[in-house]
């Protein structure tokens, strides 16, 4: 559940979907449960001690956290310290990232946090007891951080939050509600980057993966259990020709401005967002960015890259710095080696995360 959404309806669906698992005799076996975002819960001092679900969500949260407890099903919780980041002035930056230098944040009963995954574990903790279900064990429905769309959205900044993270779980220790008890399990978002997922929130939420689309990893972390296994990138991955779609500087481009955004109304222009690895390009260097992603998404194909005559096929990478303007992948029978690449890329990464 997220903000307003689904949350009249979810109660039925899980009893629906428990259903048809006790009819075909799985109803012990797989465990239905449904993803919260962190914004279910709250906390007037923003710490666990205020912790509680939000007075909207009562009577659902009363329903399902039942419902969870009679399956003996795990709640599931997203953590995200980016968002926390972002929408709390008492959350820094150093204490998203897990870093010694955080100032810490001091709770009731001389209980101290100086991580925001902590601290968000426990308002989930906090909050489930006081709904009644103290006991109940808590999965870390998705954690990770954005390289892209956003200021401090960076491959970088999501090393040093993942290695970090990484740390945190392989110590295997609990949090202050939970010393003995740490989360279950905890799910890494996300494998790719997702062009077509909602931007409501922010261009970032378009760049979670730790692979970019086309399968190179961003940055270099283990998911093993020491043993030293580095993030595995496609080989022989099958690109579009090396053509590219930039504004005609030969043109008048001054009233280009609506077929910019009717580009970004069908591609993905998030990386132009402010802070994004683009966001510094000026005219008309963005408007080339947001023709070029619109170019690449339709296959390159001759009539996407026309705006109204200001589109010019070039074959000079226009990228400048960390900006990159991204050619597409080979989706033809041609080259149907890449789908085969990047499947097996999944494979290997399951192997090093088992």
Same mark, same amino acid.
């Given at each position: 559940?997220?903000?307003?959404?689904?949350?009249?309806?979810?109660?039925?669906?899980?009893?629906?979907?428990?259903?048809?698992?006790?009819?075909?005799?799985?109803?012990?076996? @797989?465990?239905?449960?449904?993803?919260?975002?962190?914004?279910?819960?709250?906390?007037?001092?923003?710490?666990?001690?205020?912790?509680?679900?939000?007075?909207?969500?009562?009577?659902?949260?009363?329903?399902?956290?039942?419902?969870?407890?009679?399956?003996?099903?795990?709640?599931?919780?997203?953590?995200?310290?980016?968002?926390?980041?972002?929408?709390?002035?008492?959350?820094?930056?150093?204490?998203?990232?897990?870093?010694?230098?955080?100032?810490?944040?001091?709770?009731?009963?001389?209980?101290?946090?100086?991580?925001?995954?902590?601290?968000?574990?426990?308002?989930?903790?906090?909050?489930?007891?006081?709904?009644?279900?103290?006991?109940?064990?808590?999965?870390?429905?998705?954690?990770?951080?954005?390289?892209?769309?956003?200021?401090?959205?960076?491959?970088?900044?999501?090393?040093?939050?993942?290695?970090?993270?990484?740390?945190?779980?392989?110590?295997?220790?609990?949090?202050?509600?939970?010393?003995?008890?740490?989360?279950?399990?905890?799910?890494?978002?996300?494998?790719?980057?997702?062009?077509?997922?909602?931007?409501?929130?922010?261009?970032?939420?378009?760049?979670?993966?730790?692979?970019?689309?086309?399968?190179?990893?961003?940055?270099?972390?283990?998911?093993?259990?020491?043993?030293?296994?580095?993030?595995?990138?496609?080989?022989?991955?099958?690109?579009?020709?090396?053509?590219?779609?930039?504004?005609?500087?030969?043109?008048?481009?001054?009233?280009?401005?609506?077929?910019?955004?009717?580009?970004?109304?069908?591609?993905?222009?998030?990386?132009?967002?402010?802070?994004?690895?683009?966001?510094?390009?000026?005219?008309?260097?963005?408007?080339?960015?947001?023709?070029?992603?619109?170019?690449?998404?339709?296959?390159?194909?001759?009539?996407?890259?026309?705006?109204?005559?200001?589109?010019?096929?070039?074959?000079?990478?226009?990228?400048?710095?960390?900006?990159?303007?991204?050619?597409?992948?080979?989706?033809?029978?041609?080259?149907?080696?890449?789908?085969?690449?990047?499947?097996?890329?999944? @494979?290997?990464?399951?192997?090093?995360?088992?």
């Amino acid at each position: 559940m997220y903000g307003e959404q689904f949350h009249s309806v979810v109660i039925g669906a899980v009893i629906n979907v428990q259903s048809a698992l006790a009819k075909a005799s799985l109803g012990s076996e @797989i465990k239905v449960v449904v993803p919260l975002s962190s914004d279910s819960i709250q906390s007037e001092s923003g710490l666990p001690s205020k912790a509680h679900f939000r007075p909207d969500l009562n009577k659902t949260m009363l329903e399902l956290l039942t419902f969870l407890d009679k399956h003996h099903s795990p709640f599931f919780v997203t953590i995200s310290p980016f968002l926390s980041f972002l929408q709390d002035k008492n959350v820094s930056l150093d204490f998203a990232l897990f870093k010694e230098t955080a100032r810490p944040r001091n709770d009731t009963h001389s209980r101290t946090y100086r991580n925001s995954f902590d601290l968000t574990h426990d308002n989930a903790v906090a909050a489930l007891s006081a709904a009644g279900f103290p006991g109940m064990p808590i999965v870390v429905a998705r954690v990770g951080w954005p390289t892209d769309g956003a200021a401090n959205a960076s491959s970088q900044t999501a090393e040093i939050f993942m290695k970090a993270l990484m740390q945190r779980l392989h110590a295997k220790s609990g949090t202050a509600l939970r010393p003995q008890n740490p989360p279950s399990e905890i799910f890494i978002f996300s494998l790719f980057d997702e062009n077509q997922r909602s931007i409501a929130s922010g261009g970032f939420e378009r760049h979670w993966g730790v692979f970019t689309f086309d399968g190179q990893a961003k940055y270099r972390i283990d998911f093993g259990q020491g043993s030293s296994k580095d993030l595995v990138n496609a080989q022989e991955v099958d690109y579009l020709p090396s053509k590219w779609c930039v504004v005609d500087n030969n043109k008048d481009v001054s009233n280009a401005s609506a077929r910019v955004l009717d580009a970004c109304s069908a591609a993905d222009c998030s990386a132009l967002s402010p802070g994004g690895s683009c966001s510094n390009l000026s005219w008309p260097g963005n408007a080339s960015y947001a023709f070029n992603n619109y170019y690449q998404q339709h296959d390159q194909a001759r009539d996407s890259c026309d705006f109204g005559g200001l589109g010019l096929i070039t074959t000079v990478d226009p990228s400048i710095g960390s900006c990159r303007f991204w050619i597409e992948l080979d989706t033809s029978e041609a080259g149907s080696h890449s789908r085969v690449c990047l499947f097996w890329l999944l @494979i290997l990464l399951i192997t090093v995360l088992v």
